[in-house]
């Protein structure tokens, strides 16, 4: 089990987690559509049973055609999904009408529980959904202090910061969660993820990363690439010599911000598509 709950050891935060759930009526689970499996830690979902709603969000930064496979793909496991874009609000008003969906014949205001790793948008989610700004965005998971039930149109939500960890099922998936900040750098060097990063671009995405860059080869050695784009970006040492964490963050900033262009770091698995059908 990944989960955590802070302050506590894990029986009692499992506990804790059961006795939070016989509260609630359905689950806002949240992942990233730039890595919409790796972000997702389906320990959670062995504790709770009810409805569920996966809330993919960031996909002004995914890239459009992977976002439809990874759509085809959850209908066949029978998800009910909502695309997001957070940023201009896109999808909430349907998010909304799905929560609806789930709360007729309630007594008291429904209850609904957000959760999903950090960084993929949960608080900034809740302020949308509530109309107004209530869980603090890109705070640090930190001590939760006690529950808050945040109102919003006919139902309560309630954040969980710190609740859902990271499930690093292999290397892959830390180096895509380290890639779009939902680990810490700290875990890898972001030299080591940039190299990760300029080589899955190479394969997967040539022509943005040529066009982001003026890249005369994309192609060309992945020393010389990383070389080229810190010289071109003046990340230079005071000998000449080019700056490797300047360019390296140089280039994951690029990345992070959408500038490289819409990007979508996995796909769903051979596996993954049988176990659907
Ligand atoms: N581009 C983009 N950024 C988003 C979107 N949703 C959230 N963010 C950003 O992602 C970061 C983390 O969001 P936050 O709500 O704090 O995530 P939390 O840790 O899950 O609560 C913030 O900088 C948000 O502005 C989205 O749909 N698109
Ligand atoms: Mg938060």
Redesign the pocket.
Known sequence: MNIQWYPGHMAKAKRQIQELMKQIDVVIE?TDARVPHSARNPDILEIYRKPRILAV?????ADPARTQVWLQYWELQQEDVVL????NGKGIYVLRKEIRKYLTRQKREPRVLVV??????????INRLAGRSC?????K?GVTKGKQWISARGFKLL?T?GLLRPKLEDQETARRLAAVAAIKEEVFDSEEITYWLLRFLQKEYPHLLERRYNLEDPAADIDQVFSVIGVQRGCLLSGGEINRLQTARLILKDFRQ?LIGPITLELPQRNDLNEGS
């Open positions: 949240v969000t960031k996909c002004d930064l997001l874009e957070l940023l999903g790793i950090p960084n993929v948008g949960k608080s900034t989610l869980a603090k965005v890109g705070a998971p954040d910061p959408g």
